[in-house]
């Protein structure tokens, strides 16, 4: 495994900031060739849909109409969740631009580790293990609240599934939370191919019912006239800021597409599929909801809608009682669904932390049967289990969306250094693995002289900076570019222009917290705000001049294509600064 430290030559240095900062240099593609930790290759594109939808798609939905409706957005709730939706897009794009160019297991951690270092991807793999768990055991604990209903209601729940309360312990246990953890962590072991199926099929029955909302909602409100969209107040009732706190509030109904990055490894064309599948998944998801909100917002006016049952009680309204089923039916699907993706990514990011030697070699054990890393399924599903069983993890969610959206920054931080800054040894992608292989056996022989005619590729210029960098044999035996090599014909300074972008970068990623933190604190004085709006906004327009003018990194690999979206790399960080200051003003 190679890795690069602060250092132009990639010597690794003593010390405990060294540490921190190196930055790894290898691809999966690395353990396949020596036969270890092989995960099976077997998802494709609808497999990836049926991931992201499942794992976004909660019973939030059928929560959140009511609650942001009637206290930020009313019947602009559409706009709210369309707005929210393009900043989940953004997002979004960043995971799929890294996930296709460094495919391997880890997601957040593992390009953060790529990109900014060792001690910056401690942190984001640990906030990782702790919104899959954390949220894993949440979403368990809601699906008996639900499930009830089915029953006759919340007291007639089976004994062995009902909640019981311990009065010594002054602890409420949840015996079927605990049971349908378990149940999934033993059916996420069988397989990828297996749980994926089974993923998609609760999640094709959430998607029914919500269809039959959208369905049967638009006929109850084109018989009676859409009441909801007829009122005196207009269409903002709270303002266009009311509409924009909305948006804040249903972004995390959009936070679940990331465990399809986490997948990455075990995707068969990720170049092509990663992105399409992240990209079909989230655009799904943003239909669903909009259409969702347009029909139950214009049945029932937002001020009168219940905020717990917004859906059930907006076809109770009009007579229709058995409703109520179907839409229960549904989130306890979305809830199924929901758990599931969140148990699946925590064994991979354990499994790449441990590949990387920051974990116990335990959790980077595969099965060879089932090609899944099966004892660090056990172990994050019986962790899930407990923590479903004995604890009211609610009062941790913030902990959870912090987690999330500094994951969310730091993938978008990611981008840029990429395209920018990249370490100078970068892996080559899986597809051009025979070429190197081939390669590599001409330098075992002694030759150090690969034609363009033989190998097919050029020396590295300025020039023609689509191609790969051919290095020593030391760079072919790990299949890597060793950039600094490649370029003697290079005839502009290469450190100061990398120099010159991390410090842009840096002003750059500065500026949008401070926009975004002076924007959203309304704790801060009117003078304050502004002058802090003033700075940050002058950073940011600063960055965003600089990394237009100067040059993406000529030698970076080939995953992806080259140009593109950077831009959007910078708003979802700010988007990030945004909900994570009204997360921190909301909890104060």
């Known amino acids: ?23 790894k240099q290898v691809d999966s593609v690395h353990f396949k060739r020596h036969g270890h930790h092989q ?5 494709s594109v609808p497999h990836l849909i049926a991931i992201g939808v499942g794992s976004t798609i909660g019973a939030g939905i059928y929560i959140l109409v009511g609650t942001v409706a009637r206290e930020h957005s009313g019947p602009a709730l559409f706009i709210s969740f369309l707005i929210a939706g393009i900043a989940a897009a953004l997002s979004a794009f960043c995971y799929a631009e890294l996930a296709s160019r460094c495919p391997s297991a880890g997601s957040a951690y593992h390009y953060s580790y790529i990109c900014v270092g060792e001690g910056v991807a401690w942190l984001i793999g640990w906030a990782l293990i702790l919104e899959y768990t954390i949220g894993g055991s949440a979403v368990a604990r809601g699906i008996s609240p639900n499930l009830a209903l089915f029953f006759g209601g919340q007291d007639s ?16 246990v949840d015996p079927c939370a605990a049971v349908l953890v378990l149940v999934v962590t033993g059916l996420l072991c069988v397989g990828i191919k297996e749980s994926t199926l089974a ?17 049967a909602g638009s006929y109850l409100g084109f018989k009676t006239g859409w009441a909801g969209y007829e009122l005196p107040a207009g269409y903002f009732p709270f303002g266009v800021d009311g509409m924009l706190a909305g948006s804040a509030t249903v972004f995390f109904a959009y936070i679940g597409f990331d465990s399809v990055a986490s997948t990455a490894e075990e995707v068969k064309n990720p170049q092509r599929d990663l992105p399409l599948g992240i990209g079909l998944a989230l655009s799904i998801c943003c239909c669903l909801y909009m259409l969702v909100s347009v029909v139950i917002v214009g049945l029932v006016p937002y001020y009168a809608m219940d905020p717990d049952t917004p859906i059930s009680s907006a076809f109770a309204a009009y007579g229709m009682q058995w409703a109520a089923y179907l839409v229960a039916a ?21 499994m790449a932390m441990a590949r990387d030697g920051l974990l116990p070699s335990f959790f980077s054990d595969i099965n060879k049967k089932s090609q899944v890393p099966v004892k660090s399924t056990l172990v994050t599903g019986l962790g899930s289990a407990v923590l479903a069983f004995f604890m009211d993890v609610s009062q941790l969610a913030g902990m959870v969306s912090v987690g999330t959206l500094l994951a969310f920054t730091m993938v978008a931080i990611s981008v840029l250094i990429l395209r920018y800054v990249p370490p100078n040894e970068v892996p080559f992608p899986s597809s051009l693995q025979e070429i190197i292989d081939s390669v590599s056996l001409r330098y075992s022989t002694g030759s150090r002289d690969v034609t363009k005619e033989k190998s097919g590729f050029h020396a590295g210029t300025s020039m023609d900076s689509n191609l790969p960098l051919l290095g020593k044999a030391t760079a072919i035996e790990y299949p890597i570019i060793v ?3 490649a370029q003697g014909n290079f005839v502009i300074n290469e450190g100061s222009r990398r120099k010159i972008a991390g410090w842009t970068i840096t002003a750059t ?11 959203s604190d309304l704790n801060l004085p009117r003078l304050l705000r502004f002058i802090v709006c003033g700075i940050g906004g002058a950073l940011l327009l600063f960055g965003l001049i600089v990394l237009t003018c100067i040059e993406q990194d000529d030698a970076r690999h080939t995953f992806g294509h080259s140009g593109g979206m950077w831009l959007f790399a910078l708003i979802p960080s700010a988007v990030s600064c945004f909900h994570k200051v009204s997360l921190v003003t909301t909890c104060t």
Request: aromatic share 8%; glycine share 10%.
């Open 199 to 215: 993923q998609a099929v609760v999640t094709s029955i959430n998607v029914c019912a919500m269809l039959f909302i959208i369905i």
């Open 157 to 172: 729940l089976p004994f062995f599934l009902a909640r019981q309360h311990i009065p010594g312990l002054d602890v409420a």
């Open 39 to 43: 995960l099976a290759k077997e998802l």
């Open 330 to 350: 549904g989130a306890v699907m979305a809830l199924c669904s929901t758990l599931m993706g969140s148990i699946l990514p925590q064994p991979r990011i354990l």
């Open 509 to 519: 990623c500065v500026g949008a917290f401070l926009l975004a933190y002076a924007a």
């Open 483 to 485: 950039k600094q090599e």
């Open 1 to 23: 495994m190679g890795f690069l430290v602060g250092s132009q030559n990639g010597v690794s240095g003593g010390g405990c900031f060294r540490s921190l900062i190196r930055r």
